[in-house]
């Protein structure tokens, strides 16, 4: 019975250290915080020219699991340019090193430019005589 005891707590952490080791995945999370709506993502993989496209709802996001030491390089386009905000495209290269998360992070910017400001004529106060 007491060889029982003690064996269990020894399979449970051997369960825990291979588990742990076979979930090192290398990806790439991009995490859609703009006002543009649904992010497209194509990901292309510079070795092989193999394209992938994705999608990531607003205020979401996505997880791509990517080959360790490959050079990738992802573009990202919005459907709608809302007012006041400026939702860039991007065209990025990157590469992850092996078991790493490289998270990317699409935020949208607020232009001042696009700002109208609206000022407020004084008050006119008629005095009686």
Known sequence: MKRRIILLPVLALVL???LS???DKTT???SN???CGTASISLTNM???NIKDYTVNQGKEIEIEVDAG???RYEVEYPRQPDFMQCDSKRVTT???EGQTLTIRLTS???PELVQTQTAAPIQTQTAD
Do not use: K
Request: overall charge negative; proline content about 0%; charged content about 25%.
């Open 28 to 30: 790439l999370r991009f």
């Open 47 to 49: 070795e092989s020219g």
């Open 95 to 97: 590469m992850v090193s």
């Open 21 to 23: 080791a076979c979930s």
């Open 109 to 111: 910017i607020l232009d």
């Open 16 to 18: 825990t250290v291979t």
């Open 33 to 35: 915080e703009t006002e």
């Open 70 to 72: 490959v050079e990738y």
